[in-house]
């Protein structure tokens, strides 16, 4: 298994911290989605962005 | 028959409000069975809103600019009398809406009538309509195939010619996908040029609504009552520079649609290449935002009431929830720095275009789409082309190429042009000037 690949046990924590149970249906859904979420957090996070650029709150065109 | 003519009709007392809302609401009724376009016909209400209309006709009184047009929302506005949706099952215990949604209440006092909810993805999360609770909504043009999401009710009775407008939702392209798969035009507007008030939300910060029409001048008028205002443009659009976006946006594309995006660059005098950097960190910009903000707004539901969502919805909005706000924070980040990229390329050009998908709509028995040599989810990936495009709040119109010569029953195909914020004039101007050449435009489905 890849090293950062997302498990079972991770999205388990992660919805333990916000109150949240994962059906027993959904948990192979949730770790589809969240390791496609994965991918796409990766590619955001490797992008190096000025300290003065900040995030889009109160976002306007 | 366009929105203009309708209305000349109606208020010349060619034709009754009532009767035409009568014959629309039958046509609803009896064609929609093919296409599962709508949820709920607002017969009652619709039928007494034209009663006065005619009433208010025959007195002589002023009426409206969209006096007894009908027209149908996606079912995700509220309506007031009804428990709004948002295409699921979950809000079926809110108390009914106490008032329309804004927009709604703007074109309803230029007396344009209400007679359909329209079927959409479950809390628009998704690009085919396929719901589970109403049923998948079939392209007009071919009911083998999607009608493309999340507002494909909207855009498959505009298609099917049976209302001549209709409203939806753009959070990531749900009003520009199934606009292309179903050969209408349907605009995203300015973000913030139109009231969201009575909408309910997906990812707020990315969430605009807009029309779906069959001509750019149907658009244009339901648009500018909606906003409040007029969009008159009184320069020359036939020397406007016109960037076509490669890179990202040049890939997989159907030859028809190379094709037909060629035309219309020839047609233009002033041309160039734009390529945008990043636009695949855009859009997974754009995924995450989404992701996180619809799981946020649905984490209270999915604690104690998780079986009553659709399972493909309840599965992302999760993985969404789960989200590290770290990721979030930089994705919102990049929105920013991807918005003054775009921004600083509108010093250049005038009008950017784009593809609004990679072809034409998938089949409803093999709904993927083919994307770097792999077949992938048609739900979640028919955005890829309108996603980064969400980020920087522009309005963007999707417009439909006409079926490719010599075959009237090719299927349709969409392009995105998109302007500075604001400039919605120049973007509709543009527009009605390609569709008055030919290049723009697909007839309505036949019955």
Not at chain 2, 11 to 19: I, M, N, V, Y
Request: hydrophobic content about 40%.
């Amino acid at each position: 298994m890849p090293e950062n690949e997302i498990t079972v046990k991770d999205i388990m924590v992660i919805a333990r911290q916000i109150g949240l149970s994962i059906p027993e249906q959904s948990v192979a859904g949730v770790l589809s989605n969240s390791q496609l979420l994965r991918g796409y957090c990766d590619l955001i996070c490797s992008m190096d962005l000025p300290d003065d650029c900040p995030p889009a709150y109160e976002y306007r065109p | 028959m366009s929105i203009s003519n309708l209305v000349h009709k109606i208020r010349d007392g060619e034709l009754s409000a009532e009767k035409h809302c009568r014959e629309t609401i039958q046509n609803l009724k009896a064609r929609d069975s093919k296409y599962h376009a709508v949820t709920r016909v607002l017969e009652d209400r619709a039928i007494t809103a034209a009663k006065q209309l005619d009433q208010k006709i025959a007195s002589g009184r002023v009426v409206g600019s969209l006096a007894g047009v009908p027209f149908g929302v996606k079912d995700l506005f509220d309506v007031q009398g009804l428990v709004t949706t948002a295409g699921s099952i979950t809000l079926n215990n809110n108390a009914p809406a106490s008032n329309d949604a804004e927009v709604v209440r703007r074109l309803c006092s230029e007396d344009a009538i209400p007679v359909a909810t329209l079927n959409m993805d479950e809390f628009a999360y998704g690009f085919a309509t396929e719901n589970a609770h109403y049923g998948t909504t079939c392209n007009p043009h071919d009911t083998a195939r999607l009608a493309g999401g999340s507002s494909g009710g909207s855009a498959a009775a505009v298609a099917a010619g049976m209302l001549p407008f209709t409203l939806g939702s753009d959070t990531n392209g749900s009003i520009r996908v199934p606009a292309s798969l179903c050969g209408v035009w349907g605009l995203r507007p300015t973000q913030g040029l139109l009231p969201l008030s009575g909408v309910y939300p997906f990812a707020a910060s990315l969430d605009v609504i807009g029309p779906f029409a069959q001509s750019v001048a149907d658009i244009r008028v339901v648009t500018e009552i909606m906003a409040g205002r007029k969009f008159e443009y009184k320069d020359d659009v036939d020397n406007l520079k016109v960037g076509l976006l490669g890179g990202w946006f040049a890939q997989d594309l159907s030859a028809d649609l190379q094709s037909g995006m060629q035309k219309i660059l020839q047609s233009c005098p002033i041309t160039c290449d734009v390529t945008l950097p990043e636009a695949n960190k855009a859009r997974a910009a754009s995924f995450v935002i989404t992701a996180a903000e619809g799981g946020n707004l649905h984490l209270p539901r999915l604690k104690t009431t998780p079986m009553a969502y659709d399972p493909a919805t309840r599965d992302r909005l999760m993985a969404g929830a789960l989200l590290p706000a770290s990721t979030v924070i930089q994705a919102q980040r990049l929105r920013n720095w991807f918005r003054d990229i775009l921004h600083s390329v509108f010093n250049e050009v005038d009008i950017l275009m784009a593809p609004a998908t990679v072809g034409i709509a998938p089949r409803l028995d093999q709904p993927t789409i083919m994307v770097g040599g792999k077949a992938v989810s048609a739900r979640a990936n028919l955005g890829l082309f309108t996603q980064p495009l969400s980020l920087a709040g522009m309005p963007v119109l999707s417009a439909p190429l006409p079926p490719s010569e010599g075959n009237q029953k090719s299927m349709p195909l969409g392009v995105q042009f998109i302007a500075a914020p604001g400039k919605e004039n120049m973007l509709l101007a543009f527009a009605e000037k390609l569709e008055r050449s030919g290049l723009l435009g697909f007839p309505v489905a036949s019955e």
